[in-house]
């Protein structure tokens, strides 16, 4: 999918994000706020970086060499414009996602039978390529992601998530649809190598509503 340059935002750290368990709050408070987030494009001129911040996260995590990146990777820096944390974003319709892969039908039939209610395929986004540095910023980069989603018509989120991330969502209260196994026996044997010990966390994809999380955007 083509993606024009996008320009940067500057998005401030505001007092009511939703609160994740962090040790010491006034050491986060101090580091993250003067963060800005920014989105980067197929073609943004930082994109080679971005990439790289993705793949030695992973490589240093799981020993996975990341090979597929998400069209759209919204990226916090701190204020020496060091990237601290991205996650990717691709629109269920622009292009099949990642995670379909591990379903047996396509991602708006499956939330349509866990949630009960009519799900669009225009109005879901896949979340992927979460890096983080530091466990410190995972809290803002969920506040921003919040606000992003909130700016959009989507109605849905869907990611594979680890049970370190699935715990972290539910600490900020926001219920969530389990939708099944992220499984290595859906992803091709030339591709498993790259995925080092990843899949031994036991990943699940979930869904998330948009009227479920609202706190994120606050």
Known sequence: MLQAIITPTVLKRRSCEPVLEIDNEAAY????AL????????YSPDRPEVEKFIQRIFMQAYGANVRNFMPKILCLRDTQRHLRAVAGMRYAEKEDLFL?????KPVEDVIASHAG???FRHGIVEI???AVEDPLYTRLLMAVLGRYFYSTDAEWLVFSALPVVINAV???KHSML???????DCISPEERADWGSYYQH???VVALRRHNCSSMKD
Request: proline share 3%.
């Open 29 to 32: 408070r101090a580091e993250t």
């Open 35 to 42: 963060m800005s987030s920014d989105l980067c494009g197929l």
């Open 100 to 104: 379909e892969r591990y379903l047996d």
């Open 117 to 119: 209610v009519a799900v």
């Open 128 to 130: 992927g390529n979460l």
């Open 170 to 172: 539910a600490r900020m």
């Open 178 to 184: 389990v939708l099944g196994n992220a499984s290595l």
């Open 202 to 204: 036991r990943p699940k």
